[in-house]
């Protein structure tokens, strides 16, 4: 059974940068598209960033375009959120999810109920 474990995260001054990891254990995640989500207190779970199985494609809200970099490493089973400039309405609890393999999960509009695995989550807090 896939399990996902998210690190990475913690206190960051506006402006700063943070890389969230996802690493994944119990099966290969070769077959899986990922998907970074957040929820910040008292909101509702968000979309962030999505990358396909392959890595050739990647989507992001248009919140964090330009700013975040999605990435994978399969050889390392890790799936990597680079997150620059970072902005105190980026402050939330970071979730990274796969999908059912081959699903193709990673679309322009990708949604949390496409996903069916997901890690406890990490922290980033961005406050000056």
């Known amino acids: 059974q896939l399990q996902l474990v998210e690190s990475g995260g913690g206190l960051v001054q506006p402006g700063g940068s943070l890389r969230l990891s996802c690493a994944a254990s119990?099966?290969?995640?070769?077959?899986?598209?990922i998907g970074w989500f957040r929820q910040a207190p008292g909101k509702e779970r968000e979309r962030v960033s999505c990358i396909t199985s392959s890595g050739g494609v990647t989507h992001y809200v248009d919140s964090v375009k330009g700013r975040f970099t999605i990435s994978r490493d399969n050889a390392k089973n890790t799936v990597y959120l680079q997150m620059d400039s970072l902005k105190p309405e980026d402050t939330a609890v970071y979730y990274c999810?796969?999908?059912?393999?081959?699903?193709?999960?990673?679309?322009?509009?990708?949604?949390?109920?496409?996903?069916?695995?997901w890690g406890q989550g990490t922290q980033v807090t961005v406050s000056s």
């Open positions: 999810a796969a999908d059912r393999p081959y699903s193709s999960a990673c679309l322009m509009y990708f949604t949390a109920r496409d996903y069916d695995s």
């Open positions: 119990g099966n290969t995640l070769d077959y899986h598209a």
